[in-house]
């Protein structure tokens, strides 16, 4: 790779990583997918959810990623801090979804390293827009990333939620937000879970919740996995930064959503082979009963 040097080297008013590095060596940021048709089987992130709360916001993500009907990998982090005060989640494309979590890092570091000053909340998202932007190309041959930013805004003393589109389009959220495969069925349980009025804990169970309730009707998407021990990446960023919510939290939040769906739960009837609907136990219908004894 040739060094970055000579005339394209950084200057100190070169505030965005990401031009300079398309002035200086637009090949690193090249992909292609060679000739037509041969797109390749890619990993795929699912669901993630975004949750307000007085004081800050919550971040949650699943951990499976897919290739087509196959689980490509259990424990796949879909969930990154993109400095002190903010956060991002991914869904769509991993490999794609993981570099531009990077390189947006990377962008944000570069700023505040230049200016001596962290960019504001909403010039974070905007540059996450404009990064997006470049991959649309990408986006039209179906390698698709669709983020999910959330951060603290220390001017209003709120968290905040950040959607996009495909094109880098940039929307603002309130209350609760999801994306990816199991978005649906995770704004479904949100909208009866959240509150204006919930805790930083209470949270982080409504955002658990959420990602159950999408497992359970997605197959990308995964729940919290007690066998395995393996629960979904959870964060936190309030006034005091950016934090990833402990194992032995989470235990605890599957622990009760887990105890809570099966008291729930006790009361349904499963049916067993050969019943028709609940209660009959006569077994399978005998062709001959209706034509009586006689042929």
């Not at 919510?245 to 049916?271: C, F, G, M, P, Y």
Request: charged share 20%; proline share 5%; glycine share 10%.
């Amino acid at each position: 790779m040739p060094p970055l040097s000579g005339p394209h080297s950084i200057s100190g008013t070169d505030t965005s990583f990401l031009e300079h590095v398309r002035a200086s060596a637009p090949h690193i940021l090249d992909l292609r997918l060679g000739e037509a048709g041969t797109m390749p089987q890619i990993p795929h992130g699912t669901t993630i959810v975004a949750v307000q709360f007085p004081g800050g916001v919550v971040m949650a993500g699943d951990r499976r990623a897919t290739v087509g009907s196959m689980i490509a990998s259990r424990q796949m982090e879909k969930v990154f801090p993109a400095d002190e005060s903010s956060a991002i989640g991914i869904a769509g494309t991993a490999g794609l979804a993981i570099e531009l979590v990077r390189l947006f890092q990377l962008e944000l570091e570069h700023y505040e390293k230049i200016e001596g000053d962290s960019l504001s909340l909403d010039g974070k998202a905007n540059r996450l827009g404009s990064m997006l932007r470049g991959n649309l190309p990408m986006a039209m041959q179906g390698l698709t990333v669709l983020p999910l930013f959330v951060g603290f805004d220390h001017a209003k003393q709120q968290g905040r939620i950040f959607s996009y589109d495909v094109t880098g389009g940039r929307y603002e959220e309130t209350a609760y937000h999801c994306v990816g495969s199991g978005s649906v069925f995770a704004r479904g349980a949100l909208k009866k879970l959240w509150r204006p009025d919930l805790t930083a804990s209470e949270a982080v169970r409504v955002s658990v919740e959420a990602l159950w309730d999408a497992a359970d009707d997605d197959s990308a998407t995964s729940g919290p996995d007690s066998v395995r021990k393996i629960w979904p990446i959870v964060a936190r960023v309030s006034e005091q930064g950016f934090e990833y919510v402990s194992a032995q939290e989470l235990t605890a939040h599957a622990d009760a959503v887990i105890s809570q769906r099966s008291n729930e739960l006790k009361s349904i009837v499963v049916l067993e082979p050969g019943e028709r609907s609940t209660g009959n136990t006569a077994g399978p219908r005998n062709d001959s009963d209706s034509r009586g004894g006689d042929e």
